[in-house]
């Protein structure tokens, strides 16, 4: 490859003063600010037209390697309006395969311009507004023949009129912004100005008589660019509006705040979202239940698609692009689910450029992680994608005796570009965890509540294995296969086909073997317990078709989803138990070889087909006031089979879940809004008595704002509101094993996130939350009043990171975060009370040139604190004072 340096006038005044000794600080050039990036026809062929705030040129530099041509624009950063960070154009004229900007550092933009037989010749010329690359030989026709918006991905370049092919090609409009409103005419090609760099096939021969001058040294390429900003059009909102425009409160995840975390499970990073917690897991198991808004959650989504192996086997980030969080019901969308709110895993989609990764972690208990991401096109022109995230984690947890002996990822995709309006995505995803004496919960009496007994023993460490270490053993895996199928009838209507298929399994022999807690005696140290195996399986199906459109009547613009789903899921699910020894939690003496034969306790099969066909509306008066309405028939017909009863019970049920809106936008950044809304789950199985329970139901009402500052880069929302939910489950005191239905919990509250890049280097993501959630009417007088279990009256997060830009810091960032939570009931009886606390997490990472190394602390006080629990005797304690390593390598 061959590398010439090329600096504008500005620049070489600016080198020759660094030889004068000065502040560090005060030899940086000052970052330019790109506002505007277009394509223009011209007399000689196509120019990229790059508009800077102030009209000074960014310095460059050029490099030339195979048929690419790379300009990269230093200490320059992208300030559109639309806050996008990467443009791809694909075959914008004959000889040009494709032209890519990125914001590839902090202070960096990187163009490729990719030639079909070479490189392309290319003169870059300064202008009154910036510079511009002008590429001869091309002629106004071919572009007429080549630009076409439906080529670029979402944030690309895309004309702003079809029937004027020579017109601006501009950045994504602002949300709010008409997108009917006719684009500014062009008058005509600019005259440029004196030609400053030609990038030509080679460079002239050097004059034999004379000795050549060393190249200029180059300048060290910035830091990547890291933002926390969040993707302005969330992918849970299925009908493609912003989140601006959305009548219920979507908080996200971005990858960056994953990475800078170093979290490895989604219960991890979901710490960062308001009004959320684990629950009754910990955070650092793959399964998920968290609660939100007060209320126990199974709404886990993959891409937006229904699969409920995603309780069990969905907790790894590796595959991840993002998290999102759509508060409160979900069922216009998404039909049968929970109320507090839906968790949608948006996984990482291939891209037409090359990139490889391999990350390695390692830290405390024994942590090996090694990782891996590469992607890249399959042919000439790109149309053909592939990508592979992939991931092996081993090693213990601070629990005596538990070993997590392999926790596997793998993840393939394909995209095929059929056309410039149609695209397919196909992926699949396995995934397999085999773990070894896994420790049951401790009990609240000797954690959480003072034991008598710990005058002579000392207090009961949180490490202490309560279970059967040679006994307990877990082995599950899912396999996990779909497409993604979109085609464009026009710029207005988009059809999309999505199809997931899931396959989760716990096999018998060595699928799920744990120890249960039951009680504590009344010497409050011996623990009573069962031996329990659980194999079971879970198959999914899901297809879903929506039509999306945007259309005008009058002055009034209207933006319209229909859409229909089919689900079907069936589950196998068998419990044994068996009696084993009580254990003495000061003393503990394992007795693997006390297990009684097992027992069959639960034995069912479950065949769940739901059929559901919605609609939402969204019509904008005066570009100002949006008015939404919506609703979703759902039909579902329950099979459940229990073979221990011999019974067969046959549930149908039809539902309609309407939601209803109102946004008004103050300005194109600013919106409020208010909600009412509507839930439906059908609930499976039988009380203690025998009866069928009827259908869970919940409503919600919400009012709130949200905001973009700093042209988009961060996001600010607020909401206040109402949960009411009737027909909920809840064990039954009597009858252990079996549920009952009580009367109705309501959930009142407040939740503000603030996210996003405050200025270059410097992210952070803050959240606050207040949560009142109470029974409200049970049959039960005695739980009346009572606060529902795991959720804290006050939390709140912080998580910032500062990386130094420039000067000889430069590479070198650090994190900080707090996590705090109020006191929290532990059971549905308050019976007892998890304390409040406080954890402080830090980070400190550096970078130079491809290699990024990171070390990781979290609760780096050593603060002993307690996560979550399922009754008086399963308590979970949270993690002590850990640390890990991370390098990470990326070219």
Known sequence: MKQSLFFPSVFVSSAIALSVPQAAWSQLPPIVQITELRLEGTAEGLALVITTADGSPPQFFETRSDNTLVIDLLDAQLSLPGGGKEFFQQNPVPGITSITIKQQYRIGVLISIVGEEGVPLAQISTTSSGIAVNLPDTGTEAIAGNIDPSTSPEGAITPSDPENPLSTIPTPSIPGEDPQ???????????????????????????????????????????????????????????????LETPQKVDQIPEEIIEDRADRTVGEALENISGVTSGRSPTSSIALTPIIRGFESTNILRNGMRDDTQRFFGGITTNLERIEVLKGPASIMFGQGNLG?????????????????????????ELYRPEVDVTGPLNEDGSLSYRLAASFETGKTFKDFEIIDERVLMAPSFRWDISDRTQMIVEAEYIKERTRGIAP???????????????????????????????????????????????EFSDNWTFKNEFLA?????????????????SLDIDLRTLNRFLAENPSKADNFTVNNTLVGTFKTWDIQHRLLIGYEYAEEQTEDVLFFSQIDPIDIYNPRYRPGSADQPITFQDFQSHLNASGLYFNHQITFFDRLILAGGGRFDYTDVTFNDFLREETLQINNQVFSPRVGVIYKITDSISLYGS????????IGQSFEGEVFDPERGKQYEIGAKALFLDG???????????????????????????????????????????????????????????????????????????????????????TTYNFQAGFLEGLGFGFGLHYQDERQGDLDNSFVLPAYIRTDAAIF?????????FNFKNILDHEYFEGARSRVRVNPAAPFTFQGTIFWSF
Not at 342 to 362: A, D, G, H, I
Not at 443 to 461: M, Q
Not at 676 to 683: G, N, Q, T
């Open 181 to 243: 409103a006719p684009p500014q005419q062009p008058t005509g090609p600019e005259e440029l100005p004196e030609v400053v760099v030609t990038a030509e096939p080679d460079d002239p021969p050097p004059d034999p008589g004379q000795t050549p001058e060393p190249a200029p040294e180059p300048r060290p390429r910035p830091l990547e660019a890291r933002t926390y900003t969040p993707n302005p059009d969330p992918n849970v909102n299925r009908d493609g509006s912003s989140n």
């Open 341 to 365: 709110g839906t968790v949608n895993l948006v996984t990482k989609v291939p891209q037409p450029e090359s990139l490889f990764s391999f990350e390695f972690r390692s830290g405390e208990n």
């Open 441 to 487: 919960e401790l009990p609240a009496v000797g954690t959480v509540v003072r034991n008598p007994n710990e005058d002579f023993e000392g207090p009961l460490p949180i490490e202490r294995n309560l279970g059967e270490p040679g006994l307990v053993e877990s082995f599950g895996y899912v396999s996990r296969a779909g497409y993604r199928f979109k085609h």
């Open 502 to 518: 899931a396959f989760g399994r716990f096999p018998e022999g060595d699928g799920s073997i744990f120890i249960l807690p039951v």
């Open 676 to 683: 009412f809304a509507r839930s439906f789950e059908p609930v």
């Open 713 to 799: 880069k961060i996001s600010f929302s607020f909401a206040v509101y109402d949960l009411i939910r009737t027909n909920q489950l809840e064990q039954d005191p009597e009858n252990a094993g079996f549920q009952i239905q009580i009367g109705e919990q309501r959930s009142t509250g407040f939740e503000m996130d603030l996210i996003g890049e405050i200025s270059p280097g410097l992210n952070l993501i803050g959240t606050y939350s207040y949560t009142d959630a109470f029974v409200s009417d049970d049959l039960r007088e005695a739980f009346n009043g009572n606060k529902l279990p795991n959720v804290p009256l006050h939390a709140a997060s912080l998580w």
């Open 846 to 854: 550096y970078r130079v040139g491809d290699v990024r190394i990171a």
